[in-house]
């Protein structure tokens, strides 16, 4: 077997544990393998920052990334959006919206980007790094042209449902967060972002109800208390 053939099958083993299994562990030590073995292989690391994103191990995914980055200059879509993502979970919340720019603008039909920039802006208000106002309502209108996009990506609705809970509009933010459960049932955010609203607005048996049904069930990314 080729040293090609085995690092395309190690990155592959390394996907199934990450988004299959959501063995998290397994599948960055087969994806660590993979850049041992192609040191100058820009899409391996590429993956193990996704790997390392989806185990909440941030720091690391940024060393990554800009590994990925030096290696191939002419990087598409993914990689500065995973790069904003890796910034946002690190509090570097203008870093991660100005990937997030950079991403939307190699693909403007990319919702990710348009979910993690608006998330991010919402974060930095909250931590006081934009108190503006002005940052909620820019942030609601990036989700919105997301949706208009498409409608039925529910990381969309759950992100606006956050930012109309911080905009204190609370039926608002209920609606877009029963949408992004409706959409996505099974999803421990959704229904954990529910709970939250609901807790906010004072319903406290549903809030429960809805926290119960988030602890059953498994969150696609480990938990450290961030969406996306």
Do not use: C
């Amino acid at each position: 077997m080729s040293k090609v053939t085995v690092v395309s099958s190690g990155k592959m083993l390394g996907y199934v544990y990450l988004f299959q299994g959501r063995q998290f562990e397994q599948g960055i030590a087969e994806l660590q393998q993979s850049v041992r073995l192609a040191p100058n292989n820009a899409e391996v690391y590429f993956a193990l920052a996704e790997g390392l994103n989806l185990a909440g191990r941030p720091a690391e995914a940024l060393e990554s990334i800009h590994k990925a980055m030096r290696l191939n200059p002419h990087y598409p879509v993914g990689y500065p959006m995973n790069l904003g993502w890796a910034y946002q979970k690190t509090g570097q919340y203008a870093e991660a919206i100005a990937a997030e720019k950079d991403a939307m603008s190699r693909n403007p039909n990319f919702l990710p980007a348009y979910t993690i920039l608006a998330f991010s802006s919402r974060l930095q208000w909250l931590s006081q790094q934009s108190p503006a106002a002005q940052t909620l309502e820019e942030a609601v209108a990036v989700v919105q042209r997301a949706l208009a996009i498409n409608d039925s990506y529910r990381v969309s609705h759950l992100v606006l449902g956050y930012l109309h809970l911080s905009q204190q509009q609370y039926e608002r933010a209920l609606a877009e967060m029963e949408r992004a459960v409706a959409l996505a049932p099974t999803m421990a955010e959704s229904n954990a972002a529910l709970a939250e609203g609901l807790s906010d607005m004072g319903r406290t048996e549903e809030a429960l109800e809805a926290a119960a049904q988030a602890l059953r069930l498994k969150p696609e990314v480990a938990d450290d208390g961030q969406v996306p």
